[in-house]
């Protein structure tokens, strides 16, 4: 659609001005460059997660409230790639949880759970460093204080 037709086509619960700085801002060539990078930046996730706009803090305080104890990071991986009937959101993902709930019941202990490490086993290299190199290659957002 052009411009003009897109301004023109105001929905009725918002300002005609509102609009049109809105319209102007999404046809502007770096938004829409912008917009196709974030396109294939998401095409490249391939463990989604159950999050939503939830914060990891209070998603932690909410689960430290159930069940009186602190989560650890591997807890809190199981947590966020869950559904809601229980099922995880793909066989990668309940690859990982398998992983971290091994490691979680040899370790005796749900504190003791290296989640990195895990990840790097999962994706078949040999350290840490390269799992970092290979995620920058990918351009996965991988949060380093996992």
């Given at each position: 659609?052009?411009?003009?037709?897109?301004?023109?086509?105001?929905?009725?619960?918002?300002?005609r001005d509102?609009?049109?700085?809105?319209?102007?801002?999404?046809?502007?060539?770096?938004?829409?460059?912008?917009?196709?990078?974030?396109?294939?930046?998401?095409?490249?996730?391939?463990?989604?997660?159950?999050?939503?706009?939830?914060?990891?803090?209070?998603?932690?305080?909410?689960?430290?409230?159930?069940?009186?104890?602190?989560?650890?990071?591997?807890?809190?991986?199981?947590?966020?790639?869950?559904?809601?009937?229980?099922?995880?959101?793909n066989n990668?993902?309940?690859?990982?949880?398998?992983?971290?709930?091994?490691?979680?019941?040899?370790?005796?202990?749900?504190?003791?759970?290296?989640?990195?490490?895990?990840?790097?086993?999962?994706?078949?290299?040999?350290?840490?460093?390269?799992?970092?190199?290979?995620?920058?290659?990918?351009?996965?957002?991988?949060?380093?204080?996992?």
């Open positions: 659609m052009r411009r003009e037709a897109l301004v023109n086509n105001v929905p009725d619960d918002i300002p509102q609009w049109a700085c809105f319209v102007n801002y999404r046809l502007k060539p770096s938004t829409v460059e912008l917009c196709m990078k974030n396109k294939e930046n998401r095409n490249k996730q391939i463990i989604p997660h159950t999050c939503g706009s939830k914060s990891n803090s209070r998603r932690r305080h909410e689960m430290h409230l159930k069940t009186g104890k602190k989560p650890s990071r591997g807890m809190m991986y199981i947590e966020t790639h869950k559904r809601k009937d229980g099922s995880f959101v990668e993902a309940l690859t990982i949880v398998e992983q971290i709930e091994l490691n979680m019941t040899q370790s005796n202990t749900q504190f003791e759970c290296p989640l990195m490490m895990l990840l790097v086993k999962f994706w078949g290299l040999n350290t840490l460093g390269e799992f970092i190199a290979w995620a920058w290659e990918q351009r996965l957002q991988i949060p380093l204080g996992m």
